[in-house]
């Protein structure tokens, strides 16, 4: 029996499993930047990055008059997200991840397409999205490459004091 499948809008009801999902696709993005910076650095930016990082999403899907979230379900299981926001004439995404259990299916460049149509149909010009250079992040750039963004390199440096 073949899964059934949808992009939805977000509903307050998914919120637990959005953020539950989230934390699980973000760990090897933290892992690698506490590779990346060491430990001193990583403790002072993340001293508890699941905290930080249930509040920020929670937030985020939360915020329904600053940001715009859609869902990707399964079955009836919330499976990934992603969150964006209209600025003028550009959309920026803030958010997206995808449960681990299924990465790799196509489903954050559903969720890239759907909020990309979305803009474009409330009248955005240019879509912006912003990751990592890291290891850790090289899923969520395959996601944004794979429906068109193009790649701007930007170094940002961190020192320990």
């Not at 002072?44 to 985020?60: C, F, M, R």
């Not at 959309?91 to 991840?97: F, H, I, Q, Y």
């Not at 990751?131 to 969520?140: I, K, L, R, S, V």
Request: charged share 25%.
């Amino acid at each position: 029996m073949r899964a059934k499948w949808q992009i939805r809008a977000f509903v307050d009801s998914d919120l637990s499993e959005i953020v539950e999902l989230s934390l699980l696709a973000w760990e090897p993005v933290f892992e690698s930047f506490e590779q990346v910076l060491g430990p001193a650095i990583y403790s002072i930016l993340w001293p508890d990055w699941k905290k930080s990082q249930a509040e920020g999403v929670a937030g985020a899907c939360r915020a329904t008059d600053k940001y715009h979230t859609l869902v990707a379900e399964i079955d009836g299981r919330v499976v990934g997200f992603i969150a964006y926001e209209l600025k003028g004439e550009t959309g920026e995404v803030v958010l997206l991840a995808v449960h681990p259990e299924f990465q790799r299916r196509g489903i954050a460049t559903q969720l890239n397409q759907a909020a990309l149509d979305a803009m474009r149909a409330a009248g955005a010009k240019l879509a912006v999205a912003e990751t990592g250079g890291d290891e850790g992040h090289a899923p969520a750039r395959r996601a944004y490459e794979k429906v068109g963004y193009t790649n701007l390199p930007i170094v940002r440096y961190f020192k320990d004091l």
